[in-house]
């Protein structure tokens, strides 16, 4: 267990030891954090396939993981698309490779204000594994719809854990969740 960045080489590096290694993804990085607003889910995935390439190379499974609550620990300055602080934040993710949200939550002597993360539950739900047979050539033609095919497999499946249980894990009431 540890920390690492995320590249395609350490990833790849991890999973290519052998049975029992995993790696755990933030697929939407830098970019999903502009938009985490409590009672919002908005999922930067849609063109986010890295994860799946390795999956497939490596031969190791992908398993739909969702967390309820994330985005309720913290509140967000907005950040409209086109906004100053928006192309701030923009600017920044593409100069350092990250950016920061502007969030408060509470402080240590009242609930008001502070850089204190409010206190709400999280609740992690874990689906069911999506098995990769053997690992596969994805440069090939072939390789490439399969990549597609996984990848699409995989947000059907985190949609489904998602609408199974967002009323049992959230107070929110239509809660809807958006993959961009």
């Not at 960045?5 to 290519?16: F, G, Q, R, V």
């Not at 986010?48 to 620990?73: C, D, M, Q, Y």
Request: proline share 4%; aromatic share 8%.
């Amino acid at each position: 267990m540890g920390i690492c960045d995320a590249s395609k080489k350490t990833c790849h590096n991890i999973l290519s030891r052998g049975s029992g290694e995993s790696i755990l993804l933030a697929v939407g990085g830098a970019e999903e954090s502009l938009d985490a607003f409590p009672g919002q889910y908005v999922l930067t995935l849609r063109k986010r396939k890295g994860f799946v390439r390795v999956a497939l190379k490596t031969g190791a499974s992908l398993v739909p993981v969702i967390a309820f609550g994330e985005n309720e620990l913290w509140n967000a300055m907005p950040n409209p698309v086109g906004s100053k602080l928006r192309t701030f934040q923009e600017r920044m993710k593409h100069l350092l490779k990250f950016t920061f949200p502007v969030v408060y939550g509470r402080g240590v002597f009242n609930y008001h204000y502070g850089l204190m993360p409010h206190r709400r539950s999280i609740v992690t739900v874990v689906g069911k594994p999506i098995l990769v047979d053997s690992p596969c050539d994805i440069d090939s033609e072939e390789g490439k719809k399969k990549v597609d095919k996984f990848h699409a497999l995989y947000i059907s499946r985190l949609t489904e854990l998602f609408e199974k249980h967002k009323t049992k894990c959230t107070k929110y009431k239509g809660l809807e969740l958006v993959i961009k």
